[in-house]
């Protein structure tokens, strides 16, 4: 029987390959504009960009997009060791986000990404706590 870890864990892989997925393909037109236009955002604010370093928003997309696909199916799919990695990788990803919403003053936005920066801490330390 799966306990409550594998389950949450296994959502959230989930949860993270489908937001990988509508950043990396046209699943909408009026979804695809809206994704365009924010990553058009975020990369203003980008953490590099006080060193001149703006990346191309497309780019952007896409790469956060296929980041957390290989990220989500690894906490699915990996062994214990690749979910691990997952989740730091996750929870540095989720750093991020908070840090670019909260740049754009989106705190309802900075509060989502939080939480799951929160959920990849707790998974990570669960991870953990079996000594595995």
Do not use: C
């Not at 997925?21 to 365009?36: F, G, H, R």
């Not at 952007?60 to 214990?80: A, D, K, P, S």
């Amino acid at each position: 029987m799966a306990t409550f870890v594998e389950i949450f864990t296994g959502f959230t892989g989930i949860l993270f390959s489908a937001s990988g997925l509508v950043k990396t393909t046209a699943v909408k037109s009026e979804l695809t504009a809206d994704m365009e236009k924010m990553f058009q955002a975020y990369a203003r604010v980008f953490p590099l960009a006080p060193l001149g370093y703006v990346p191309d928003a497309d780019f952007y997309r896409t790469m956060v997009g296929n980041i957390e696909i290989v990220l989500g199916v690894l906490l699915i799919l990996g062994n214990r060791r690749a979910q691990k990695f997952s989740a730091l990788g996750l929870l540095f990803m989720m750093a991020g986000a908070t840090y670019t919403n909260l740049k754009l003053g989106l705190y309802s936005m900075a509060g989502m990404s939080s939480a799951f920066a929160i959920s990849m801490m707790w998974i990570y330390h669960q991870m953990n706590k079996d000594g595995k």
